[in-house]
């Protein structure tokens, strides 16, 4: 992973994902339901890792996106698994997409 011109020991895959109704929140229609792995070869320096996620459509045309905390802790992490939602949302597009639910 790199964020600005430091490059962090971290890997982040997308294992699963898909388009649904999230079962909390049906009546706010369809959205992308993503399953993720972290892994880190060495130390992270953050205490907390966020990672931009967006959804694109066969075209490469940004859909919507979110921010997806992937690790909090300090040093070495384990190998971590989590899944996520996102959208659709109830704000406009200058508040961003409104992430449903994180686990």
């Given at each position: 992973m790199v964020r600005d011109d430091v490059t962090y020991p971290l890997t982040i895959e997308v294992t699963d994902w898909g388009t649904g109704r999230h079962p909390q929140v049906p009546e706010r229609g369809r959205a992308v339901h993503f399953s993720?792995?972290?892994t880190a070869t060495e130390h992270l320096p953050e205490t907390r890792v966020q990672?931009?996620?967006?959804?694109?459509d066969s075209g490469d045309v940004v859909l919507l996106c979110d921010t997806v905390d992937v690790y909090e802790g300090v040093g070495l992490p384990p190998v971590e698994t989590g899944d996520s939602w996102?959208?659709?949302?109830?704000?406009?597009?200058?508040g961003g997409q409104e992430k449903i639910a994180c686990t």
């Open positions: 993720y792995r972290a990672v931009a996620v967006c959804a694109v996102i959208g659709p949302s109830g704000r406009g597009a200058s």
